[in-house]
C-alpha cells in the first residue's frame, strides 16, 4: 500500500492471460465533518477559525473563550473509494475489492457477440458481467 498523504493506493492481482495484471483501489482517509448546528451555538464565526477546527486545532475566539475540536467535530465519515479494475477475464474474486467502493471503473471492451474473442484474449465478455439473482 501507497500512503499519498489524503489518500492511499493500494493494488490486488486480477487474472488477464498469465500475467501479473493488477487492479488498483483509491481510497481517501476518514475524516470529521464540522457540525454547523454546533459551531453556530458557539458562536463560530466563519473563516480560517473553522480550518483550524477542522485540522483538530483549538481555538480561541475573540471573547477569550477556548473552543476545541471536539466540540465542533462530528463522527468519523468513511472516504470515498475508488477501483479501477483494466484487463482480466473474470470477475472472480473481484467482489471482496469492489463492495464498498463508491465508484468502479472495470474494462469491459467486448459485446455480447464477440465473447468468444473476449475469452481467448484474456478479456471480459458481456455474460461474465451479467448478475444472478439473488
Partial sequence: MFDAGE???DCFPVRHRDTDSFAFTFEARARRH??????????????PVRGELAEGRPVTLQDGRTIEPEDVLGAFARGAKLVVIGDT??????????RDADMLVIEATFLER????A???GHLGR????????
Avoid: I, K, W
Fill in 127 to 134: 455474460p461474465s458481467l451479467r448478475r444472478t439473482p439473488a
Fill in 89 to 98: 477475464e473474470t470477475t472472480d474474486g473481484l467482489s471482496e475489492h469492489v
Fill in 34 to 47: 464540522l457540525q454547523s448546528c454546533r459551531l453556530a451555538a458557539l458562536g463560530v464565526p466563519d473563516g
Fill in 119 to 121: 475469452s481467448d484474449y
Fill in 114 to 117: 464477440d465473447a468468444a474473442m
Fill in 7 to 9: 489518500f492511499t493506493v
